[in-house]
């Protein structure tokens, strides 16, 4: 289906008022399911930063087990690209509904039972493997839910408002990562000792009632109409003649072309997000010795600029175009890039939390706004 046929049929749904019902229904589906997969990734990253090391890797050196604790959260990137091929095939096969269902429950399971694991004090190295599992399961259902949500928003979005529509997606990752950011600052009030035995659990254990939501409000989002008519389309083919189905004659490059340009795209954003997100907030913590409130503050007011960012980032590339847009954040990106170690070096708490959030929300989350239209 090309892309003037998708454009043709997102505009006639849209332009009718059921249409916009439903379009409504599945803006907020989507959002509300990226949110909690940035809410979960976002939350593990601070706890990797600050905690993990000492409740599963207590007796390495701070350094060592510092390095540990984001080799588990590594292992979440692995299992991404991984469950987004695996439910991507499933979502093209039988919709993108019943996938994106799947893949929130599977995220809200693993992250509530990663409050459960008993520390290493218990139950001794099982306790890493418990994690390292379940952390695998998070990143295996997360990876589609990105990709899944862009999809369905694409699918659905008309036209001319591509760019800003798209950029829901954008959003919910913002609001998951200052929903973490948050539940995690009120945390670290806590003294060091309720913190380390079950302070760090109870957000884990509450994601469980996002997803229950989550499943909910998907359980009643309609397949999208472009979904549907090519399904319509293939089924029509089959029932006339299997033969008549045009076999793909392009070459490797040509027909995967666009997915490896996402996938440079993505990582020119996300490395430095993460970055930001997970090792500046233990470089901040465990290296420099700052409170641990200190990084959390920064990714959480990163979190609330971005709200602002992220939409005028789908404006802008709706007004001037994706290229021109996306090359700009990129540029802030580079020009960020050379002092930033500089200035979290300096100690001063006010620089610091200056500094993760320029990279935050106006280079990293400006590209991410832009993303999902161009995909």
């Known amino acids: 289906m090309t892309n003037q046929q998708i454009d043709g049929i997102a505009d006639k749904n849209f332009n009718t008022p059921k249409g916009r019902k439903v379009f409504k229904k599945a803006v907020f589906s989507c959002w509300l399911g990226t949110a909690m997969e940035y809410a ?9 930063a600050t905690i993990f090391s000492e409740v599963f890797f207590p007796e ?14 590594g292992i979440g990137f692995i299992a991404r690209p991984i469950g987004a091929l695996f439910f991507g095939y499933l979502g093209d096969k039988h919709g993108r509904k019943n996938v994106m269902m799947a893949t929130i429950a599977l ?8 409050g459960f694991i008993p520390s290493y ?9 418990c994690l390292v599992i379940l952390r695998f399961m998070q990143g295996f259902g997360a990876g589609a839910e990105l990709s899944g949500g862009t999809v369905m928003l694409g699918e659905y979005a008309p036209s001319k408002r591509r760019g800003l529509v798209s950029s829901v997606i954008a959003l919910g990752s913002n609001s998951g990562t200052l929903l973490a950011s948050f539940v995690w600052l009120l945390m670290v009030q806590m003294d060091e000792a309720s913190f380390k035995e079950w302070g760090w659990r109870v957000p884990f254990m509450g994601s469980i009632l996002i997803a229950l939501f989550a499943v909910y409000i998907r359980f009643h989002v309609k397949e999208t109409p472009v979904f549907e008519k090519q ?9 006339n003649n299997e033969k008549h189905i045009k076999k793909d004659e392009r070459s490797f490059w040509q027909r995967s072309r666009a997915f490896w340009t996402m996938v440079g795209l993505r990582i020119g ?6 970055l930001a997100q997970g090792f500046i907030v233990g470089y901040v913590t465990k290296i420099l010795l700052l409170d641990k409130s200190v990084a959390t503050t920064a990714v959480m007011i990163a979190s609330l600029v971005g709200f602002l960012v992220i939409p005028l980032a789908g404006y802008l590339s709706d007004k001037f175009g994706r290229r021109i847009t996306y090359r700009m ?3 802030l990106l580079m020009i960020y890039a050379f002092p930033a170690f500089i200035l979290l070096d300096s100690k001063n708490e006010i620089i610091v939390i200056l500094t993760i959030i320029v990279g935050m ?12 239209a161009w995909g």
């Open 40 to 48: 979960d990734f976002a939350l593990y990253g601070l706890a990797a």
């Open 60 to 73: 390495q050196t701070p350094v060592i087990a510092l390095l540990l604790s984001f080799v588990t959260y």
């Open 107 to 114: 995220m809200g399971i693993s992250t509530t039972l990663i």
């Open 121 to 129: 004090a218990v139950i001794g190295v099982w306790a890493p493997i």
């Open 231 to 239: 399904k319509n389309e293939m089924m029509k083919l089959r029932l």
């Open 269 to 274: 954003e996300n490395g430095p997000s993460y």
């Open 329 to 331: 954040f990129c540029l």
């Open 361 to 372: 929300s106006l280079a990293s989350l400006g590209i991410f706004g832009v993303q999902a």
